[in-house]
């Protein structure tokens, strides 16, 4: 072969290898843009079906409707009960929900999103953190704060010592004790301002757009609230965990604690229990000045099982009463 042929030869292989480069490129920018499609168009997908399934409570446009959507994890849906239950409070009552705590039907309703300082109704969240993140067996060194404690507590808590995790759960949600809310979470957080962090953080996760917590206890109210849908949301989470379900439907126990005796005596402070309401399982009770008299009450008959949350009431006991009474007697709730 020629020179020139030869050189015309090495020109042609050239032009072929860079055409099929060319090819190449574009089968694979190709691909990369069928790729980039499809993950956009699972993201897409993604995310619609996170704002279908996004928890929070939606706007009330009637008195006869309140939709929240369920926490995170959890399936938990408020929905507006096709009929309303009607009633009106003798006393005072700033907010509430009486609700089916199984399927999450809403039978009556007041000012279910008014954001409120809620005292010691904080001490359910304290207790699933506890859990979510401690042993039952764990032992809890009680610090110098948890003994220098205000507003109501367990009372006997010896400072230095080890007290069981169980006997303060007890003492934190039957007496209501701020120093077992206290020694819980130094034990859990590290200290009570590391321990709030990881419940609003809880909040966040359960989507609560009304609450945010200041304290493991309650006692401050100052950025310490939440509301009557996103404290019935709590109240379903306490009630679904079988520990502390078992805890809140206690009207007493007797709990080791290293003093003389070696036990501690606890009753617990729900109205509902202490009167013995039939079927009564919990939940929790709170008060301070600005939150007035709070209550989270649960109740079971049968197949029923139902839960209503007042805010600043002048008489929860009655007022849970005759809600829980008109609740179990509407057929279908």
């Known amino acids: 072969m020629t020179e020139l042929g030869v050189l015309a030869q090495g020109r042609a292989n050239r032009a072929l ?125 009680i610090t110098r704060a948890a003994v220098n404690y205000s507003g109501s507590g367990v009372g006997v808590l ?64 100052q950025g310490n609230h939440s509301c009557a849908v996103d404290l019935a949301v709590i109240a379903h989470a306490v009630l679904e965990q079988p520990l502390l379900a078992r805890i809140v439907a206690s009207r007493s126990a007797v709990m080791p604690l290293p003093v003389k005796g070696g036990k501690v005596y606890l009753y617990n402070n729900n109205p509902l229990l202490i009167l013995r309401y039939p079927g009564a399982d919990g939940v929790k009770t709170g008060y301070t000045v600005a939150a007035g008299r709070c209550l989270v009450a649960a109740a079971r008959r049968g197949r029923k099982w139902l839960a209503v949350v007042l805010l600043h009431s002048d008489d929860p006991p009655d007022q849970a009463q005759e809600l829980l009474n008109a609740g179990f007697s509407t057929r279908g709730a």
């Not at 993950?39 to 928890?55: E, I, Q, R, Y």
């Not at 962090?197 to 966040?204: L, P, T, V």
């Open 17 to 141: 290898r860079a055409a099929q480069a060319r090819r190449a490129r574009r089968v694979r920018r190709a691909r990369n843009c069928l790729l980039g499609l499809m993950v956009g168009l699972l993201a897409l997908l993604a995310f619609m079906t996170s704002v279908a399934t996004s928890p929070h409570f939606q706007p009330v446009r009637s008195a006869r409707r309140a939709v929240a959507q369920p926490p995170a994890g959890s399936g938990y849906t408020l929905t507006p009960a096709s009929r309303q239950l009607r009633f009106k409070p003798k006393l005072a009552l700033r907010s509430g929900v009486l609700f089916d705590v199984r399927h999450g039907r809403v039978l009556w309703q007041r000012a279910p999103q008014e954001v409120l300082p809620i005292a010691s109704l904080t001490k359910m969240m304290t207790a699933l953190v506890v859990v979510a993140h401690a042993r039952p067996s764990a032992q809890v060194r």
């Open 158 to 221: 010896p400072p230095g010592k080890r007290v069981s995790l169980m006997t303060l759960l007890y003492g934190l949600m039957l007496p209501s004790g701020n120093d077992a809310a206290i020694a819980l979470a130094q034990h859990v957080g590290g200290s009570q301002r590391r321990f709030v962090a990881m419940m609003n953080a809880r909040a966040r996760e359960m989507h609560l757009a009304c609450t945010h917590f200041s304290s493991p206890s309650g006692i401050v109210d």
